[in-house]
């Protein structure tokens, strides 16, 4: 198995995450970015919207860093992770799509202008990154995952752009709860770390 994957990259730590804590081994491929190998003609052949990660397992590739959790999960991981029970995995899929929506387009977002000089408006995206940490917070109240009473890949998707939203000028102090789940997560075992940014380097999608 193999993952192509950058380490500054949030969706390609989804991926690393799991993997890790599910206790699968996998080659990590890291693809240099700045030389624009994720839009060379061999890695578009594996994705053809040229973007990261990408998780080729013998002859099946699975692109998008969401889709990936899910076809680990159904694959490999204990029971669980990704619910069979109908109302149990439409909760991680509605998380999922937070994930792919007001997490990219917040803490994400914000990530990519303060470190990687990305085209968007600062205070929008910090602004956007406030109103998915409160309603986040507001969801932990009462409870320690986001969509089960255990951890699930919902809460990998989640993880990686949050514990780096200060990166984006996004302040955490506040969301007490999320704090606190970030710490449940980060005690699972087999986690792993999402590397911290330096300032200057370009990061594409």
């Given at each position: 198995m193999k993952l192509y994957s950058?380490?500054?990259?949030?969706h390609s730590h989804r991926a690393r995450l799991f993997l890790s804590l599910i206790g699968v081994d996998v080659d990590v491929v890291e693809v240099d970015l700045a030389a624009r190998e994720h839009k060379s003609a061999s890695f578009l052949a594996l994705n053809p919207f040229g973007q990261l990660?990408?998780?080729e397992d013998g002859g099946v590739i699975i692109s998008d860093s969401n889709a990936i959790l899910v076809y680990l999960a159904k694959k490999y991981a204990p029971e669980g992770w990704l619910p069979e029970e109908p109302a149990a995995a439409a909760a991680v899929q509605r998380?999922?799509?937070?994930?792919?929506g007001e997490i990219a387009y917040?803490?994400?977002?914000?990530?990519l202008v303060t470190l990687f000089g990305a085209k968007f408006?600062?205070?929008d995206v910090i602004a956007r990154a406030h109103r998915i940490l409160q309603l986040i917070d507001d969801r932990l109240v009462d409870r320690e995952w986001i969509a089960a009473?255990?951890?699930t890949i919902a809460d990998v998707a989640l993880y990686?752009?949050?514990a780096r939203a200060p990166e984006g000028n996004v302040d955490r102090s506040a969301y007490r709860n999320v704090t606190a789940w970030l710490e449940r997560i980060e005690a699972l075992p087999g986690f792993q770390p999402f590397q911290k940014?330096?300032?200057?380097?370009?990061?594409?999608?």
């Open positions: 950058h380490p500054l990259s949030g990660p990408v998780l998380w999922l799509s937070v994930a792919a917040g803490p994400c977002a914000a990530r408006d600062s205070e009473n255990r951890s990686s752009y949050i940014s330096p300032v200057g380097i370009v990061e594409a999608a």
